[in-house]
Nanobody, 126 residues
Framework: VQLQASGGGLVQAGGSLRLSCAASGRTFSNYVMGWFRQAPGAEREFVARVARSGGRTYYADSVKGRFTISRDNAKNTVYLQMNSLQPEDTAVYYC????????????????????WGQGTQVTVSS
């Protein structure tokens, strides 16, 4: 599956952005979808993931209550709505897809996914 992320940009602290990740090439609903981010000099870290049906979501503690992941299987797209953004949210954001892991598999909180998008830059100014 090919993934194309978009929606990044520059925003002031307290602002919002909505990232999108469009998938093509395979049956989108067969994949668990996740968002990760990587700041300069840091490791790639888990942000959120959503189950194949969209009915179950998981978040990193650092974004709970501020970010919302969702998917539209009819549009082959996963979204990340980011509210109350802070400078520490500055990073390149990547979407990822996993074909075989169970929706609840805790390994999906680490970057073990099968497919990755190219990343979109999010910069939050103070």
């Amino acid at each position: 599956v090919q993934l194309q992320a978009s929606g990044g940009g520059l925003v002031q602290a307290g602002g919002s952005l909505r990232l999108s990740c469009a998938a093509s090439g395979r049956t989108f609903s067969n994949y668990v979808m996740g968002w990760f981010r990587q700041a300069p000099g840091a490791e790639r870290e888990f942000v959120a993931r959503v189950a194949r049906s969209g009915g179950r979501t998981y978040y990193a503690d650092s974004v709970k209550g501020r970010f919302t992941i969702s998917r539209d299987n009819a549009k082959n797209t996963v979204y990340l709505q980011m509210n109350s953004l802070q400078p520490e949210d500055t990073a390149v954001y990547y979407c990822a897809a996993d074909r075989w892991a169970a929706d609840y598999d805790q390994r999906l909180a680490s970057p073990v996914y099968d497919f990755w998008g190219q990343g979109t830059q999010v910069t939050v100014s103070s």
